[in-house]
């Protein structure tokens, strides 16, 4: 997503029932929930689960695909070319970042109208700003909640693969999640290049108002920090690692691999600064990477 208010991000936040969610949001800010919620009930009562007054969710169609959970307020076919995408996806996320597949089930909640989405969304999450899409994690359920809009592949695609990361890596660094979300919410045939994202970076640089700092974006606690300078780098670093040398690449796998065993593990940055050869030059490396990027149109 490439405006900072629709892209996604996981949040911290208290809520009445004893509950602790963890939010990633289409774009976006941290939310403090003021009415109680839990999103457990959701799937435990079957997607059935109704409160006097309530905007009930979406249960006309239920698709399974893989590790994922479907309902619409519409009918879906199993083999719609989107479920198959997001179901194929559960690979590429699983080969890109070398992890293992889970079979935890993802939930996606697939509002017809933009209408139903936000009273959805008014009802469960008052004062919550507007948001295409947004992924929840429980203690125990991982769940995505969209509107069927112009943009649904990509926000399914950013969301799901939210999804299928927590479901293995619960304790993902935010700046790394929405980088890699921001990765594989491309189109498959992309490989991950994100063109909106080379276009404000390079514009930035041309101005002289950016140059990357992974140290900076570590630094970034909550969604609300994230502005679309930090989702552009973000995926930046993520494409950087994965997309040029078999070096990066294993060094953000192993960082993946590590962080799910120890949440504590030392930060990326650390681990760049000790492992690669060039690491003292990684900035201007990246910063390469998004000029040489953006001097390529068809790439775009
Ligand atoms: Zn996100």
């Given amino acids: ?118 009273e959805f969304v008014s009802r469960h999450y008052p004062g919550f700003p507007a948001r295409r899409a947004f992924f929840v994690e429980t203690d125990t359920t991982l769940s995505v909640f969209a509107a069927w809009q112009d943009r649904i592949a990509e926000d399914l695609r950013h969301e799901t693969t939210h999804g299928y990361v927590h479901a293995v890596v619960p304790t993902v660094p935010l700046w790394l999640d929405e980088g890699i979300a921001e990765f594989f919410e491309t189109p498959r045939s992309s490989h991950g290049l994100h063109a909106g994202h080379v276009a404000h970076l390079a514009g930035r640089m041309l101005e002289g108002t950016w140059r990357p700092d992974l140290q900076r974006l570590e630094a970034l606690s909550t969604a609300g920090d994230m502005t679309q300078d930090h989702y552009a780098e973000a995926w930046c670093w993520v494409h950087w690692l ?58 775009l």
């Fill in 1 to 118: 997503m490439e405006e900072p208010l629709s892209a996604g991000h996981p949040v911290q936040a208290a809520i009445a029932l004893p509950v602790t969610l963890v939010i990633a949001l289409a774009g976006c800010a941290p939310v403090a929930l003021q009415t109680g919620w839990n999103a457990a009930q959701l799937t435990s009562l079957g997607g059935t689960l109704q409160l006097p007054g309530d905007v009930p969710l979406p249960d006309r169609t239920e698709v399974l695909a893989g590790q994922l959970v479907i309902r619409a307020d519409f009918p879906l076919a199993g083999q719609h070319r989107l479920v198959r995408e997001l179901d194929g996806l559960r690979v590429d996320v699983s080969q890109e970042l070398g992890l293992p597949v889970s079979d935890e089930p993802v939930h996606l909640y697939l509002f017809e109208t933009t209408d139903r989405y936000d």
């Fill in 242 to 299: 994965l997309s040029t040398t078999p070096e990066r690449r294993e060094l953000l796998q192993n960082y993946l691999t590590d962080v799910r065993r120890d949440p504590a593990t030392a930060p990326l940055s650390a681990r760049i600064r000790r492992e690669l050869p060039d690491s003292a030059q990684a900035t201007d490396a990246v910063k390469r990477h998004v000029a040489e990027l953006a001097a390529v149109p068809a790439a």
